[in-house]
């Protein structure tokens, strides 16, 4: 109160408080939106108060960084939900001396900190195992009444009863001595909150485990972490909540087709079966030593279309598709496209001709690989919960599925973006073939185009070929 305005006959004066503006004897304290840069142009500051950054335009946020510069005695306060692991809070708080608060644990009295994980990646929330029906259900009831909170240090349980004690006891400690000097940061995340219970939590993670769409927001909601998808998504447990009740090799779907990736001694497939509403389910995958393998498989599984990469090998993958035309597709993935995809011909005896249709031309498939892998990773995350695969996946495809990421990168102006990288043993060639299966179908399933029985499209004017040798584990599915 001593610090308002006032008259000079000492009485306050409440004309210099507005909605945007408060003026104080020594000082003057705006509030500023941040939507455009230009409201923040005009004022010399000396404490800076930014909050919600990750949410404010970087551009924005540098302007009023800006508004401090020359002045020797400043203070700048930003906070924000962490949204993002590049830029923001998070990189501010990197800078800083990164706080965390501690607190004595009521059992062995060391200073712990409250976090979903150990080190190990186990959780530190523990629960009546009772309240587990299965492997993603869980008696969420039983959860919240019965979480308990396990010290790192002792694995004692600390209850909800414990946790009003141990804040008022903790303190603020820096974990890292490489900081500018002067800059202080600090993590709050919300197992620390007061008002909400571990069991709490614990339905909470529970509940965003079996949608992946929704852990993103649990992670900066709850844990004030920004998102990494590509550790999300390495977890092959995520992978399970794809996983529906029916075998490889049961035919599945109201169509099929059958996708290919070219190896320089063999051929990668995938058969995904798609309803006209765009559910997809896998059928199988697989190796295969020749293109007339292929064929055989498309009849077995009575796909209605094939769509092969020709980025490789390709005057042979052109012959070999020429042969069974229209069945075949030639995929052609890009970096860059005007267009989601776009489908070319070309004939393989006279490339002269490329782009022009004429009987003899094949149909090439191309393919934003931009488009079609975000499209393939918001299934492959279950964000879309309409792309399937039969129970107990096997694991090379999941390795395979899930060495494709997406990467955060900020480039020089400061914006973030998303890079496509292979991870882990770096072979993703289960994944092409369900990106290319993927843009076919929407050129088909969504396209509006009559969708044909398969059967006698993989019959072409080439010889019959032999049967194939599969993989044992779904030979017996078989249906010749
Ligand atoms: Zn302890």
Redesign the pocket.
């Known amino acids: 109160m001593k610090h308002l305005p006032r008259y000079i006959d000492n009485t306050i004066d409440a004309d210099r408080f507005t909605l945007t503006k408060q003026e104080f004897s020594r000082c003057t304290m705006n509030l500023v939106g941040a939507g455009s840069s230009a409201n923040v142009r005009s004022y010399p500051v000396s404490v800076l108060v930014l909050d919600e950054i990750d949410v404010i335009d970087e551009r924005t946020r540098r302007e009023c960084m800006d508004r401090v510069k020359g002045r020797h005695d400043y203070k700048v306060l930003q906070s924000s939900t962490p949204v993002t692991e590049a830029g923001g809070i998070w990189q501010e708080f990197q800078e800083g001396d990164r706080r965390r608060y501690y607190m004595p ?1 009521p ?2 009295q ?1 200073e ?1 900190i409250f976090r979903l994980k150990n080190a190990e990646g186990d959780l530190n929330l523990k629960w009546d195992k009772k309240a587990n029906l299965s492997e993603s259900e869980h008696d969420l009831q039983m959860v919240e009444s019965s979480t308990v909170y396990i ?1 790192e ?2 694995q ?1 349980e600390i209850t909800n009863a414990h946790k009003s004690k141990m804040l008022r006891d903790g303190k603020w400690n820096p974990t890292s001595s490489s900081s500018e000097s002067g800059v202080r940061s600090y993590h709050l995340n919300s197992i620390y909150s007061p008002i909400l219970t571990f069991g709490r939590l614990a339905v909470e993670y529970l509940k965003a485990r079996t949608n992946p769409g929704a852990m993103q927001a649990f992670v900066n909601g709850w844990l004030a972490e920004p998102y990494r998808p590509q550790e999300g998504s390495i977890d092959p447990d995520t992978f399970r909540v794809l996983e529906r009740d029916y075998s490889r090799g049961d035919i599945r779907g109201e169509y099929r087709i059958i996708g290919v990736d070219v190896q320089r001694s063999i051929f990668f497939w995938v058969v995904r079966g798609f309803d006209k509403d765009g559910t997809s389910w896998l059928v199988d995958h697989g190796t295969a030593p020749s293109f007339d393998d292929l064929t055989a498989l498309a009849e077995t599984y009575e796909c209605a279309y094939g769509i092969c990469d020709t980025g490789y090998r390709t005057q042979e993958i052109y012959e070999e598709i020429h042969a069974r035309r229209p069945f075949w597709f030639g995929a052609r993935g890009w970096e860059r496209l005007p267009h989601p995809y776009k489908i070319t011909g070309v004939d393989p005896f006279s490339p002269m001709k490329d782009k022009k249709f004429s009987k003899k031309s094949i149909n090439i498939l191309n393919v934003n690989k931009d488009v079609w892998q975000g499209e393939l990773l918001k299934r492959r995350n279950g964000t879309n919960l309409n792309w399937f695969t039969y129970k107990e996946t096997d694991s090379e495809y999941i390795r395979q599925m899930l060495s494709t990421n997406q990467k955060e990168k900020v480039d020089r102006k400061g914006k973030v973006k998303f890079e496509w990288v292979v991870e882990g043993h770096r072979q993703d060639h289960y994944w092409d073939c369900e990106t290319y299966i993927l843009t076919l179908s929407h050129v088909f399933g969504l396209g509006g185009a009559v969708i044909r029985t398969g059967k006698d499209l993989a019959k072409t004017s080439k010889a019959r070929p032999s049967r194939p040798s599969r993989p044992s584990k779904s030979s017996k599915k078989s249906i010749w």
Do not use: M
Request: one cysteine or more; aromatic letters at 0%; glycine letters at 12%.
């Open positions: 644990c059992h062995c060391a712990i010290c240090e002792c004692g």
